[in-house]
Protein backbone atom coordinates (compact mmCIF):
# COMPACT_ATOMS: atom_id res chain seq x y z
CA UNK A 1 0.00 0.00 0.00
CA UNK A 2 1.09 3.42 -0.86
CA UNK A 3 1.19 6.46 1.28
CA UNK A 4 1.95 10.04 0.57
CA UNK A 5 2.88 12.42 3.25
CA UNK A 6 2.91 15.95 2.62
CA UNK A 7 5.33 18.71 4.82
CA UNK A 8 6.21 22.02 4.62
CA UNK A 9 3.04 23.77 4.56
CA UNK A 10 2.81 26.92 7.05
CA UNK A 11 1.61 30.69 7.25
CA UNK A 12 4.01 33.22 5.28
CA UNK A 13 3.65 36.64 4.33
CA UNK A 14 3.22 37.74 0.32
CA UNK A 15 6.42 37.75 -1.53
CA UNK A 16 7.85 34.56 0.54
CA UNK A 17 9.09 31.13 -0.65
CA UNK A 18 8.19 28.23 0.93
CA UNK A 19 8.78 24.06 -0.21
CA UNK A 20 6.78 21.30 0.05
CA UNK A 21 7.55 18.27 -0.04
CA UNK A 22 5.96 14.68 -0.24
CA UNK A 23 7.18 11.30 0.71
CA UNK A 24 5.71 8.32 -0.19
CA UNK A 25 6.37 5.19 1.65
CA UNK A 26 6.87 1.56 -0.28
CA UNK A 27 10.25 0.39 -1.14
CA UNK A 28 9.33 -0.40 -4.37
CA UNK A 29 7.39 2.68 -4.82
CA UNK A 30 7.78 3.84 -8.93
CA UNK A 31 4.69 5.58 -10.06
CA UNK A 32 4.04 6.59 -13.78
CA UNK A 33 4.30 10.68 -12.37
CA UNK A 34 3.37 12.58 -9.09
CA UNK A 35 1.48 16.27 -9.02
CA UNK A 36 0.66 18.66 -6.68
CA UNK A 37 -2.92 20.35 -6.45
CA UNK A 38 -4.27 22.57 -4.15
CA UNK A 39 -7.83 23.41 -2.19
CA UNK A 40 -8.74 26.92 -1.66
CA UNK A 41 -12.20 27.17 1.13
CA UNK A 42 -15.23 27.32 -0.62
CA UNK A 43 -13.54 26.26 -4.32
CA UNK A 44 -12.56 22.93 -5.89
CA UNK A 45 -9.80 20.96 -6.03
CA UNK A 46 -7.06 22.11 -8.80
CA UNK A 47 -4.41 21.24 -10.55
CA UNK A 48 -0.86 22.67 -9.82
CA UNK A 49 1.97 21.62 -11.23
CA UNK A 50 3.35 17.58 -12.02
CA UNK A 51 6.01 15.58 -13.03
CA UNK A 52 6.74 12.23 -14.44
CA UNK A 53 8.95 10.21 -12.90
CA UNK A 54 11.25 10.43 -15.02
CA UNK A 55 11.77 13.83 -14.80
CA UNK A 56 11.20 14.40 -18.30
CA UNK A 57 8.31 16.37 -18.41
CA UNK A 58 7.25 18.80 -16.08
CA UNK A 59 3.89 20.41 -16.27
CA UNK A 60 2.43 23.92 -14.61
CA UNK A 61 -0.88 25.28 -14.32
CA UNK A 62 -0.75 28.65 -16.20
CA UNK A 63 -1.13 30.73 -12.43
CA UNK A 64 2.07 29.50 -10.93
CA UNK A 65 4.29 29.19 -13.86
CA UNK A 66 7.53 30.89 -12.90
CA UNK A 67 6.91 31.18 -9.20
CA UNK A 68 6.31 27.45 -8.70
CA UNK A 69 8.97 24.69 -9.32
CA UNK A 70 8.43 20.73 -9.01
CA UNK A 71 11.12 18.37 -8.42
CA UNK A 72 12.06 15.07 -7.60
CA UNK A 73 14.17 12.71 -5.67
CA UNK A 74 13.95 9.32 -6.98
CA UNK A 75 16.19 7.81 -4.15
CA UNK A 76 14.57 9.29 -1.60
CA UNK A 77 10.80 8.98 -3.41
CA UNK A 78 9.77 12.10 -2.87
CA UNK A 79 8.43 14.70 -5.05
CA UNK A 80 8.86 18.92 -3.94
CA UNK A 81 6.89 21.99 -4.70
CA UNK A 82 9.47 25.24 -4.58
CA UNK A 83 7.28 27.79 -4.58
CA UNK A 84 8.40 31.56 -4.52
CA UNK A 85 6.68 35.02 -4.58
CA UNK A 86 3.47 33.68 -2.89
CA UNK A 87 0.54 35.43 -3.20
CA UNK A 88 -2.35 35.32 -1.05
CA UNK A 89 -4.75 33.82 -3.83
CA UNK A 90 -1.59 30.61 -3.02
CA UNK A 91 -3.86 29.96 0.05
CA UNK A 92 -5.24 26.77 0.26
CA UNK A 93 -4.54 22.69 1.53
CA UNK A 94 -1.86 21.28 -0.81
CA UNK A 95 -2.13 17.76 -1.99
CA UNK A 96 0.26 15.44 -3.01
CA UNK A 97 -0.88 12.52 -5.73
CA UNK A 98 0.73 9.24 -7.54
CA UNK A 99 -0.16 7.78 -10.89
CA UNK A 100 0.50 4.09 -10.78
CA UNK A 101 2.93 2.88 -13.04
CA UNK A 102 0.64 1.18 -15.06
CA UNK A 103 -0.85 3.74 -16.30
CA UNK A 104 1.59 4.98 -18.88
CA UNK A 105 0.26 8.17 -19.40
CA UNK A 106 -1.37 10.91 -17.76
CA UNK A 107 -3.76 13.89 -17.99
CA UNK A 108 -2.52 15.85 -15.96
CA UNK A 109 -5.49 17.84 -14.93
CA UNK A 110 -7.58 14.84 -14.61
CA UNK A 111 -8.06 13.62 -10.80
CA UNK A 112 -9.43 10.33 -11.64
CA UNK A 113 -5.98 9.85 -13.22
CA UNK A 114 -4.38 9.37 -9.78
CA UNK A 115 -4.27 6.52 -7.79
CA UNK A 116 -3.04 7.97 -4.75
CA UNK A 117 -3.45 11.25 -2.47
CA UNK A 118 -1.71 12.25 0.62
CA UNK A 119 -3.47 14.34 3.05
CA UNK A 120 -2.74 17.71 2.06
CA UNK A 121 -0.44 20.69 3.94
CA UNK A 122 -2.26 24.33 5.03
CA UNK A 123 -0.40 27.17 2.96
CA UNK A 124 -1.75 30.38 4.19
CA UNK A 125 0.17 33.55 2.40
CA UNK A 126 -0.84 37.31 4.20
CA UNK A 127 -1.04 39.99 2.56
Known amino acids: QVQLVESGGGLVQAGDSLRLSCAAS????????MAWFRQAPGKEREFVGGITWSGNTIYYVDSVKGRFTISRDAAKNTVYLQMSSLKPEDTALYYC????????????????????WGQGTQVTVSS
Open 97 to 116: AAAAAARRGIRWALQGDYDY
Open 26 to 33: GRTFRPYA
